[in-house]
C-alpha cells in the first residue's frame, strides 16, 4: 500500500476504562490509506448494512469511499451471506437475515486492489429489555429550555453494557401550500412602457402540504449498569430536543434502540469516542490509531480501523407534540414571509419599485410560489413565497410511515 509520509500528528497514551480492566492497544501513526469499516449485524430481520471506507488526512473534507469490495460473512463456517455494493461505499446483504443466539459471525472482505481481510468470530449477548421510554421537560446544563427522552434498559444475566441509538421522525405541514402552478407567456420588452408578460396559472396537482422528515442518530451513545448484580440502567439520556425546535412543529415521534455490546466493542467505541471528542467517531480522520477485531489477510502488519460486531437490539418507539410539555408553538423551518406585487404597478416616477418587474424577477428564477392571486376581473394582485415554505418535498418526503399514528 502507497504510504503518504506526513508529519506525526499526535502522541496517544493508551486508554484505561474505569469500568473494566481490558486495555485497547493504541498506536500512533502518519497518514495512510487505512481500511474503515463500520458494521454491526442484528436481529433485526432485515437486508444487513456495512460500510467501507478510507482514512483522509485532516486537511480535506471528503469522504474516501471503498467501491467494488467483494463483503460477505459467514455463519459457523458453513452459511454465507453476500453483500452488493448499494452505493458508494454501502453494501447490503441480497437477502434479509436477523443474527441468532449461539451463532458465531465472521465478516469477510476482498478489495477491488486485491487486498483481504477478516474480523474475529462474534457471537450475539442476549437482548437487552427496555423497561421505559419516556420524555421530559427540562432545562439543560447550557441553561436551555426543551425536551429530554430517557431510556429505562434491563440487561440480560452478565450483560452491563448498553449501545443506545435512536430514529427521529416528525410530520411537517407547509405554512404557504401553493394551489397553482404557473407559466410566464407573451413576454414583451417595450422600449417606452417597459415590460410586459401574463402569468397562466393551472391547478397544482401534486401534494406538497403534508411531508414526513427521519433522521437517524449519529456517533455513539454508551451506557453501562456498572454493576453485574443489577444489570440495570436508569434515566439513561438519548437525545435533548430545544423547546424552539421546527422538529416538534406539529408532530414528532423517536424510536430508541438499542443493542448489548460484548466487552470488546464496548471498550473500542468508549476509547474511540474519548479519542476523537465528537460524534464523528469513524470520521477516518484521527490523530491515534485503536485496534479493533478485523485484520488483514494480505499484510500482517497492516491495521485496520473499525469493529465488526453481533448485537441483539429491542426497540421502542414514543409520539408528543410540543403542546403536551406546554411550549409556545416553535418556528417554521425556514423565514416565510409573503411578498405582495401589484402588476399594473410599472412605473418608477413616483420614486417606488417596479412591481411588475420585481414580480417578473422572483417569478423567473424559479425559487417562488404563487401564494394567491386577486379574481378576475381585477386579477392582476399577486401574493408570492417561497419555494420552501410552500413545497416541503424540497427538503423532505410526502409519503407517510407506515407506522406513523396521528
Request: with cysteine.
Amino acid at each position: 500500500m502507497k504510504t503518504i509520509a506526513r508529519s506525526a500528528i499526535l502522541l496517544v497514551s493508551i486508554l484505561i476504562l474505569a469500568s473494566c480492566r481490558d486495555e485497547i492497544p493504541l498506536d500512533t501513526f502518519d497518514y495512510e490509506n487505512y481500511l474503515v469499516v463500520e458494521a454491526t449485524l442484528t436481529n433485526e430481520l432485515k437486508q444487513q448494512e456495512i460500510k467501507l471506507s478510507r482514512t483522509t488526512q485532516l486537511d480535506t473534507s471528503f469522504a474516501n469511499l471503498e467501491n467494488n469490495a467483494e463483503v460477505y460473512v459467514m455463519v459457523n463456517d458453513n452459511i454465507r451471506y453476500d453483500f452488493e455494493q448499494a452505493e458508494d461505499g454501502f453494501y447490503r446483504s441480497n437477502e434479509a437475515f436477523s443474527t441468532k443466539n449461539g451463532d458465531n459471525y465472521q465478516l469477510n472482505i476482498n478489495t477491488e486492489a486485491g487486498r483481504s481481510y477478516i474480523s474475529a468470530l462474534v457471537s450475539p449477548n442476549d437482548l437487552p429489555d427496555i423497561t421505559n421510554f419516556y420524555a421530559e421537560r427540562v432545562i439543560n446544563a447550557n441553561g436551555v429550555e426543551g425536551i429530554q427522552v430517557y431510556m429505562d434498559v434491563q440487561g440480560s444475566s452478565g450483560s452491563t453494557f448498553f449501545n443506545f441509538k435512536y430514529e427521529e421522525t416528525y410530520k411537517i405541514i407547509s405554512p404557504f401550500p401553493s394551489p397553482v402552478d404557473f407559466e410566464i407567456t407573451n413576454y414583451f420588452d417595450h422600449p417606452i412602457d417597459g415590460i410586459s408578460y401574463e402569468v397562466e396559472t393551472r391547478a397544482n396537482p401534486r401534494q406538497e402540504t403534508v411531508c414526513y422528515s427521519t433522521v437517524k442518530s449519529s456517533g455513539v451513545n454508551l451506557g453501562s449498569s456498572g454493576s453485574l448484580d443489577e444489570n440495570k440502567l436508569l434515566r439513561h439520556p438519548i437525545l435533548f430536543i430545544p423547546a424552539d425546535s421546527p422538529k416538534i412543529g406539529v408532530r414528532y415521534s423517536i424510536l430508541g434502540q438499542v443493542y448489548a455490546p460484548g466487552q470488546s466493542s464496548y471498550t473500542f467505541y468508549k476509547n474511540l469516542k474519548e479519542l476523537s471528542g465528537n460524534d464523528d467517531l469513524l470520521s477516518q480522520k484521527q490523530p491515534g490509531f485503536i485496534v479493533g477485531n478485523i485484520s488483514s489477510l494480505t499484510n500482517a502488519k497492516e491495521q485496520v480501523l473499525g469493529f465488526f460486531d453481533v448485537a441483539f437490539q429491542t426497540e421502542r418507539r414514543i409520539y408528543f407534540n410540543f403542546e403536551d410539555f406546554e411550549f409556545l408553538e416553535p418556528p417554521y423551518f425556514y423565514l416565510c414571509e409573503l411578498d405582495y406585487y401589484d402588476y399594473n404597478d410599472n412605473i418608477t416616477s413616483d420614486l417606488t419599485p417596479n412591481q411588475r418587474q420585481l414580480l417578473y424577477s422572483f417569478l423567473q428564477t424559479g425559487n417562488y410560489r404563487i401564494y394567491s392571486r386577486s379574481l378576475p376581473p381585477s386579477d392582476n394582485n399577486f401574493a408570492i413565497i417561497t419555494d420552501y415554505c410552500s413545497d416541503c418535498t424540497l427538503y423532505s418526503s410526502n409519503v407517510k410511515p407506515a407506522f406513523w399514528e396521528d
